[in-house]
């Protein structure tokens, strides 16, 4: 029995015929070239590194501390739960972040889900190596990698999934990257820093300034011990 082929990757130029001119043919060939099938949707680029190339070499710098009320990035958007990180800010590398989306790959197999990435490897960390003297320029390309905000969520995963085994494969994640992480659900309340915005806090109470508690403006001073 023949092997069934999709007309989608048969190419046009199969069907010129060979008697006419070579200039003729060349010239159909050109035309009717297909690199990939027609899509909508670009091609998909990868979230281990960045989409073009780096033309200076980046500063180590720091996290983004988002210091004037934002909440940007600490909900789940697309699927319906998320791993979010719950210390403080660091740089995660691309090997770090790879062998996280593959230890939950390994334990949902089998299972129909798709997972969402939220950060992208886009920092270049450059070394000199050891034993080196000081000074003589910033040092040759290392690896990539992504600074990743506190309260930021990495990974989200949507489909039919128990709760459990998705904390499961999220616990397994955590394992491999640095730092803490904790398990969120879509609807969970937006995060200021490390102050979750629920039980009546909103986001307008948190950019007010401090307020005297009832008993800072009440309290009595005690009176100077005499000598």
Known sequence: MKPRISPAIVSPTLFIPRLISP????????HFSIHRAFSASSARQSWLAPKRGHNQKNRKGRPRVPIGGSTRGT??????YGL??????RRVSAAQMSNGADAIKKRLRGLRYRMYTRICANIGVYTSGNENRMGKGKGNFDYWASRVAVSKIIFELKGDLHEQVVRDA???????????????????P????????????????????RLK???EGTTAYLPAADS
């Open 84 to 89: 979010r990180m719950r210390d403080h800010d």
């Open 170 to 188: 999220f616990r397994l994640a955590a394992n491999k990257m640095p730092g803490l992480y904790e398990f969120v659900k879509k609807g969970d």
């Open 190 to 209: 937006p995060v200021m820093g490390i102050t979750k915005l629920d039980q009546g806090l909103a986001l307008e109470d948190m950019k007010r300034p």
């Open 23 to 30: 200039f003729l043919r060349h010239t159909l060939n050109n």
């Open 213 to 215: 508690l009832p008993s």
């Open 75 to 80: 909900t789940v958007v697309w699927g319906d």
